[in-house]
Nanobody, 116 residues
Framework: QVQLVESGGGLVQPGGSLRLSCAAS????????MSWYRQAPGKERELVAY????????NYANSVKDRFTISRDNAKNTVYLQMNSLKPEDTAVYYC?????????WGQGTQVTVSS
């Protein structure tokens, strides 16, 4: 059974930091590109960052570049999103995604709220 379980969300003040984790099981983790998406109320889901299967390639949305860092630990079947200098506009539900040429899996999401 495939599972992607996100954790680490919460309420943080502007300028603060959070680290999201996504624990994967039920598939061959190190063969999948892993991504973080987010969806704010009333907006479409958008790609935040992705990392290649071996971790050698990463890419970020312009809105989070230089503030967020995606990483993965293939020994632990986990992908992370370190979020620094958070802004109110980063408020959203953050989703973990696993992608291969044939399959795509999603987590249930974790809420991140940036507010004073």
């Amino acid at each position: 059974q495939v599972q992607l379980v996100e954790s680490g969300g919460g309420l943080v003040q502007p300028g603060g930091s959070l680290r999201l984790s996504c624990a994967a099981s039920g598939f061959t983790f190190n063969m999948y590109v892993m991504s973080w998406y987010r969806q704010a109320p009333g907006k479409e889901r958008e790609l935040v960052a992705y990392i290649s299967s071996a971790g050698g390639s990463r890419n970020y949305a312009n809105s989070v570049k230089d503030r967020f860092t995606i990483s993965r630990d293939n020994a632990k079947n986990t992908v992370y999103l370190q979020m620094n200098s958070l802004k109110p506009e980063d408020t959203a539900v953050y989703y973990c995604n696993a992608q291969s040429p044939k399959y795509a899996y999603w987590g249930q999401g974790t809420q991140v709220t940036v507010s004073s």
